[in-house]
């Protein structure tokens, strides 16, 4: 069992920053790949970021690239998502996950394991 807290969320007018953190506890955190997803209202969750075990490779969805960053330090057992330009676009409750399938399946929300409670960012115009 993995337990997932996020924070760092919050109200941040458009073209400012944020970063999300992620805290895991339970079982070995380096073994998990982790990701980052979103859902806005009326939307389906969506994929943002997700970062290997060792975390040696991201990758990110087309929408956040060149803006968001995923990072995870395993000696901490955290995840981050430093999130600049944010756009309102952008709005949405941010969720991280723990997966234990292949990285090449990490955009897919129906292959992690755990999840967090989300945290809430607002983007205004």
């Known amino acids: 069992q993995v337990q997932l807290v996020e924070s760092g969320g919050g109200l941040v007018t458009a073209g400012g920053s944020l970063r999300l953190s992620c805290a895991a506890s339970?079982?070995?955190?380096?073994?998990?790949?982790m990701g980052w997803f979103r859902q806005a209202p009326g939307k389906e969750r969506e994929f943002v970021a997700s970062?290997?075990?060792?975390?040696?490779?991201?990758y990110y969805a087309d929408s956040v690239k060149g803006r968001f960053t995923i990072s995870r330090d395993n000696a901490k057992n955290l995840a981050s998502l430093q999130m600049n330009t944010l756009k309102p676009e952008d709005t949405a409750v941010y969720y991280c996950?723990?997966?234990?399938?292949?990285?090449?399946?990490?955009?897919?929300?129906?292959?992690?394991?755990?999840w967090g409670q989300g945290t809430q960012v607002t983007v205004s115009s």
């Open positions: 970062i290997s075990a060792s975390g040696f490779t991201t």
């Open positions: 996950g723990a997966s234990s399938a292949v990285y090449g399946l990490s955009s897919r929300s129906n292959t992690y394991d755990y």
């Open positions: 339970g079982r070995t955190f380096s073994g998990y790949i």
